[in-house]
T-cell receptor, first 115, second 115 residues
Framework: EAQVTQNPRYLITVTGKKLTVTCSQN?????MSWYRQDPGLGLRQIYY???????DKGDVPEGYKVSRKEKRNFPLILESPSPNQTSLYFC??????????????FGQGTRLTVV | AQKVTQAQTEISVVEKEDVTLDCVYE???????LFWYKQPPSGELVFLIR??????QNEISGRYSWNFQKSTSSFNFTITASQVVDSAVYFC????????????FGSGTKLNVKP
């Protein structure tokens, strides 16, 4: 089954404790991206990747890191989480990096709480 | 600048009523795609439809229909004979040729369908 898989689904952590949210897709998609969803703000892009070893900042990259060492995986790293990073996170993938006409497939979401 | 506006924050209807969710977008690019996603209470994002800027034909899929009007920069979504299972947050999104790296999401409309 074609899918984007995120783990964990739920995470409660403490301020400053490094964490990684994993994302994996099995569709051989070139493009992957991370979004965060906050009430009243919709989804905002954190980082994106056009292909292996090619990543770039989105609209709200502060406090996050990503890497794309393999085509299927695109982990999101919070080196020192803070309470303002409490949010619902989505990983997305899309077939072609330069094809604006393709929809994105989203993971199930990761609800992160930083206390 | 690119922007998607969903002015209706929350709508409540009674089952079997028709309901229209509004989406207004802004872009200077003439080549773009519009999308609708559904986010049920379980949290995942489900792709519903995409429409390119050169195709203003309305689309109907079962109880769902979409009305795209370039003259008013709108891409509205109508659910006919709503059902409780339609209760969800609905997002409209824009992706355009000039910056295919991201989806511009509206803030979402929460639809409550009561029995």
């Amino acid at each position: 089954e074609a899918q984007v898989t995120q783990n964990p689904r739920y995470l409660i952590t403490v301020t400053g404790k490094k964490l990684t949210v994993t994302c994996s897709q099995n569709m051989n998609h070139e493009y992957m991206s991370w979004y965060r969803q906050d009430p009243g703000l919709g989804l905002r892009q954190i980082y994106y990747s056009m292909n292996v070893e090619v990543t770039d900042k989105g609209d709200v990259p502060e406090g996050y890191k990503v890497s794309r060492k393999e085509k299927r995986n695109f982990p999101l790293i919070l080196e020192s989480p803070s309470p303002n990073q409490t949010s619902l996170y989505f990983c997305a993938s899309s077939r072609d990096s330069r094809a604006y006409n393709t929809e994105a497939f989203f993971g199930q979401g990761t609800r992160l709480t930083v206390v | 600048a690119q922007k998607v506006t969903q002015a209706q924050t929350e709508i409540s209807v009674v089952e079997k009523e028709d309901v229209t969710l509004d989406c207004v977008y802004e872009t200077r690019d003439t080549t773009y795609y519009l999308f609708w996603y559904k986010q049920p209470p379980s949290g995942e994002l489900v792709f519903l439809i995409r429409r390119n800027s050169f195709d203003e034909q309305n689309e109907i899929s079962g109880r769902y229909s979409w009305n795209f009007q370039k003259s008013t920069s709108s891409f509205n979504f109508t659910i006919t004979a709503s059902q409780v299972v339609d209760s969800a947050v609905y997002f409209c999104a824009l992706r355009f040729r000039g910056n295919f790296n991201k989806f511009y999401f509206g803030s979402g409309t929460k639809l409550n369908v009561k029995p």
